[in-house]
């Protein structure tokens, strides 16, 4: 949790430097993107822990994890304050606005590949099986013609 807390952090100050730099939030891109991926990659982190021990989450971990979220929650309002003020107008909703629609799209992405994954599945189950049919259905002709060649 420390190394998503140090890249939100990082990018967040390069957020910082390319506004007092620039004056215009819009060259610090790359930055916004890797602090959100870093909030994002914090939080599935704590979720992969919490199914990994089945619900019985380590009170060390929830309180790393909600120190680690407060900190990047203060940043993001930081990030919010920026936007709103050297950007232009309107700039924080439609980040917001984007953001959800990205969420939105990563979800129907993960959807379809784990739907495409299980016909994968499917699909050799099925080609296992009739491979394994034909086979049981070569030894059983190949049987009956040897039993028909021995009488």
Same mark, same amino acid.
């Given at each position: 949790m420390l190394a998503e807390l140090a890249a939100a952090n990082a990018a967040f100050q390069i957020v910082k430097q390319?506004?007092?730099?620039?004056?215009?939030? $819009?060259?610090?891109?790359?930055?916004?993107s890797? %602090?959100?991926?870093?909030?994002d990659d914090l939080k599935k982190k704590h979720d992969k822990k919490k199914?990994?021990? %089945?619900?019985?989450?380590?009170?060390?971990?929830? $309180?790393?994890? %909600?120190?680690?979220?407060?900190?990047?929650?203060?940043? =993001?309002? =930081?990030?919010?304050?920026?936007m709103i003020y050297t950007g232009r107008p309107g700039l924080w909703n439609d980040w917001i606005r984007f953001q959800a629609?990205?969420?939105?799209?990563?979800?129907? =992405?993960?959807?379809? $590949?784990?739907?495409?994954?299980q016909e994968i599945i499917e699909i050799t189950i099925l080609a296992t099986a009739i491979i394994f049919g034909i086979g049981l259905l070569a030894v059983f002709t190949w049987f009956v013609i040897h039993l028909k060649n021995l009488q």
């Open positions: 390319a506004v007092a730099n620039s004056g215009d939030v $819009l060259k610090a891109g790359k930055a916004i890797d %602090f959100v991926t870093a909030k199914r990994s021990i %089945f619900g019985n989450v380590e009170k060390e971990t929830d $309180l790393e994890t %909600f120190l680690a979220l407060e900190e990047i929650n203060k940043k =993001e309002e =930081e990030l919010k304050q920026i629609e990205a969420r939105v799209n990563r979800q129907k =992405e993960k959807e379809r $590949l784990k739907k495409r994954r």
